[in-house]
């Protein structure tokens, strides 16, 4: 399949590619559908893409490209709604915000989107460790 996107051009996919987010993502409430779409140029960042709205993808980077230690604990009704079986079933991803000045890149640590690869359905979190920042520099000094 094809989608044909504002930014990024003509995107392809398969149907089994499709990641359904039930509760939509913030923001984005009424948006149920998303690919994820490596980005060829760089291979830490994806594209988060809905394919029922042309104009909306979302970039996004492993949190562990950032914070080695990146930890939080997911809630059992996390768990249950996104049909998680253990650890190798889930894809920890965060937003990015881009910027053409390469030292205001930041990425969201606070809000990780969780995929179950097995069964393509996600979900985003909002996490209450202070200690990562919603505006997280990509490149530090």
Known sequence: MQLNTK???ILEFNEKDVI?????MPGFQNLNKFVLIP????PAF???HSIEDENIGLILISPFEIEKNYEFE???EVIKQLKIEGPEDVLVLNTATLNSDMKKITVN???????NKKHGVGEQIILGNEAYKIKH?????
């Not at 359904?20 to 939509?24: D, N, S, T, V």
């Not at 980005?39 to 760089?42: I, L, Q």
């Not at 520099?137 to 000094?141: C, G, K, M, S, V």
């Open 7 to 9: 930014l990024h051009g």
């Open 20 to 24: 359904i987010f039930p509760k939509g």
């Open 39 to 42: 980005v060829k140029e760089n």
């Open 46 to 48: 994806s594209i988060l």
């Open 74 to 76: 997911l809630k059992d």
């Open 109 to 115: 640590l606070r809000a990780p989107i969780i995929i």
């Open 137 to 141: 520099p990509l490149f530090e000094e």
